[in-house]
């Protein structure tokens, strides 16, 4: 039985090794001072991103991690999103769509099993497209938490929206307020402070700066096949996607 033995002490020596790991890089989270200070300092961030333009966006098309394809109309709230072999047509304001899988329609139950997939990618992956954009969101709340070296970095939380309301992300900022990083605090990762890079910025096609790559010590997220438009002409349709959920 010394298999048995050397087995649990193993596991006993990985178990040490992960709380170790957990104590030594877990952060809590900072209190920061709301008020006007801290919206100036929001509102240069979103200067920084071009939000003027992001608001006249119409047409927003992009893959996160080369696994979920996404075609968003934005002044009506639809979506488009395929992955492996499904494809759902998703009214994002009614929690509502059309789901199909192996380019045939599903019903009922699983039907509306793989549209609430669909809502939660959605949720999660245009977060990370224009996480910036979100810092006046309803349910929001803003602070400036100053450090050690006199840095100012701006503390956002969430108190509704999404999947997961009651989260909060800590934006590092160049001095001209573009995003460099962030450290998240959210209910999904049970380390604290875990810091993700905004990299790889881009100009679309609408002026939107949207950063594409963001890595950190334990993955790396990447946004491919970026494009907008500000009107579906502009984007190359020739006819309306979302014809299917009109009536939903």
Known sequence: MKWIKRLLILLAILVGIGVIGYFATNEALPKGKEGPAADALAQKMLNAINQEAWDTTAVVQWTFKGMHDF?????????????????????????????????????????????????EYWCNDSFWLNAPSKAFDPGTSRA?????????????????????????????????????SWKMWVKII???????????????????KIASFHESAVLNLDISNLKTAPDWKSFGASNDPFQAILEL
Request: proline share 3%; charged share 25%; hydrophobic share 35%.
């Open 71 to 119: 075609v968003w109309d934005k002044n009506r709230h639809f979506c488009q999103i395929k992955w492996k072999n499904k494809e759902v047509l998703l009214d994002i304001n009614k929690l509502k769509g059309r789901a199909w899988e192996e380019q045939v329609e599903l019903q009922g139950e699983i039907a509306q099993k793989t549209v609430m997939e669909a809502w």
């Open 190 to 208: 049970p380390i604290g402070g875990l810091e993700f890079t905004w990299d790889q910025w881009k100009t679309t096609e609408t002026g939107a």
């Open 144 to 180: 400036i938490v100053t450090n050690a070296d006199g840095r100012q970095d701006l503390l956002i939380s969430y108190s509704s929206g999404g999947v997961t309301p009651g989260d909060a992300y800590l934006w590092i900022l160049n001095d001209e307020g573009l995003p460099t």
